[in-house]
Structure formats: structure tokens, C-alpha cells
Antibody, heavy 121, light 109 residues
């Protein structure tokens, strides 16, 4: 069965860095676009980044552009989010999700359980 | 920055029908924006319901349906069940990026 498991969240000071990971299993990882979505405490969902199946295309929300970098490793079936210059407003649960259409159509059919990132001094 | 607007909250009686809408500040929501719908219950990750306007996931109950109407994406719940109480989010594609609506809190009462 499809599984996505995020890790790497935690408490970090403003201006600091953190790298999130998402371990994928149960499907052919290299066939699917992958995405990161976050949810601040008590708030709605915010799309932040996607990466194509080959890793050749990426895109970011304006709120994280230039600070966050998405990447993937098909050898280990892993998705990553490198987060630099973190701000208090980046505090959120971060979810990885698969686009089930094998393209970029927003069909996020499987989600991980999320990992909490807290940015605070 | 495109803003996607949903009703903040709606209340429906069990067995009733309710319509949730998704509008964009950039203009009419059409098929080229691939509207999708997600359900989220407290303490859980979101769950996909509808993709590309009106296509259901294999697990989506038949009482959920998606459409476009009056320049908006629409999620209709018929014969609402108590377990449908949740937050619902639309997702649309604008300018190469994806944007979630603010979400609708649906209460079944």
C-alpha cells in the first residue's frame, strides 16, 4: 500500500535551517510528481512546492521562494525539503503528498501524517 | 497573488444537501485551473475527494460530487451523514502554482 512518512521536523531558531524528509513506499516513486504542503496551527492548507517525476521541474509558492529547496532521490524513494532562513511564520505541520495523475494536476491522492516545524527563539 | 475564497462555515442537517463553492480573485474558475477538493477531519491529514472538477477518488462516497457553476468550482454533498462533518478545501492552479482556498468548516447538526 502507498505510504508516505515525513521526518525531520522540530524546534529551530529564526534564521536557522532544517531539512525535512519524506520516505515513500508502495508505488513507483519515479513515476510521480511530489509536493509539499503546510498547515500553520489552527489555519488552512498552503501549497508550497512541487517537483516533477524526474526532478527536472520545480516550483514554489512566493512565500518560500528563494529560501526553500525541494529535491528527490529515486534511489532511496525519498523527497526532501531544505528550509533556510526560517521565520516564525513558517511554523506549521508540513505534509508531503503524491500527485496521483503522474503529472502536475493537484490530485494529491496520498498524504503523509505530517511533521511539525516550530520556529521560535 | 491569487486569492481563492470559500464559505468560512456552513451548517447542514443530516440527510440534507449542501453546496460548497470555490471562487477566485483572478476571475472565473474554469477547467484549465483543475479544481480539486479535499476533506480534513480534526487531527488528521487531508484526504483527497475530487480531482479535476468532478472525478472521484476510489474511496470517495457517491454522495460527493464536483462541478463548475457560475464561474466557481462547486462541491455538492447529498444525503449528508454525521461523519461528513469536517473542513473542506478546494485547490486550483494559477500561474504555474497551486493555491488552496481558505477552507469551509461544515457542521452537521
Amino acid at each position: 500500500q502507498v505510504q508516505l512518512v515525513e521526518s525531520g521536523g522540530g524546534l529551530v531558531k529564526p534564521g536557522g535551517s532544517l531539512r525535512l524528509s519524506c520516505a515513500a513506499s508502495g508505488f513507483v516513486f519515479s513515476d510521480y510528481y511530489m509536493t509539499w504542503i503546510r498547515q500553520a496551527p489552527g489555519k488552512g492548507l498552503e501549497w508550497i512546492s512541487y517537483i516533477s517525476s524526474t526532478g527536472g521541474y520545480t516550483n514554489y509558492a512566493d512565500s518560500v521562494k528563494g529560501r526553500f529547496t525541494i529535491s528527490r532521490d529515486s534511489a532511496t524513494n525519498s523527497l526532501y525539503l531544505q528550509m533556510n532562513s526560517l521565520r516564525a511564520e513558517d511554523t506549521a505541520v508540513y505534509y508531503c503528498a503524491r500527485d496521483g495523475t503522474t503529472g502536475d494536476f493537484g490530485d494529491y491522492d496520498y498524504w503523509g501524517q505530517g511533521t511539525l516545524v516550530t520556529v521560535s527563539s | 497573488q491569487t486569492v481563492v475564497t470559500q464559505e468560512p462555515s456552513l451548517t447542514v442537517s443530516p440527510g440534507g444537501t449542501v453546496t460548497l463553492t470555490c471562487a477566485s480573485s483572478a476571475g472565473a474558475v474554469t477547467s484549465v485551473y483543475y479544481p480539486n477538493w479535499f476533506q480534513q477531519k480534526p487531527g488528521q491529514a487531508p484526504r483527497a475527494l475530487i480531482y479535476n472538477i468532478n472525478n472521484k477518488q476510489s474511496w470517495t462516497p457517491a454522495r460527493f460530487s464536483g462541478s463548475l457553476l457560475g464561474g466557481k468550482a462547486v462541491l455538492t454533498l447529498s444525503s449528508v451523514q454525521p461523519e461528513d462533518e469536517a473542513d473542506y478545501y478546494c485547490l486550483v492552479y494559477y500561474g504555474g502554482a497551486w493555491v488552496f482556498g481558505g477552507g469551509t468548516k461544515l457542521t452537521v447538526l
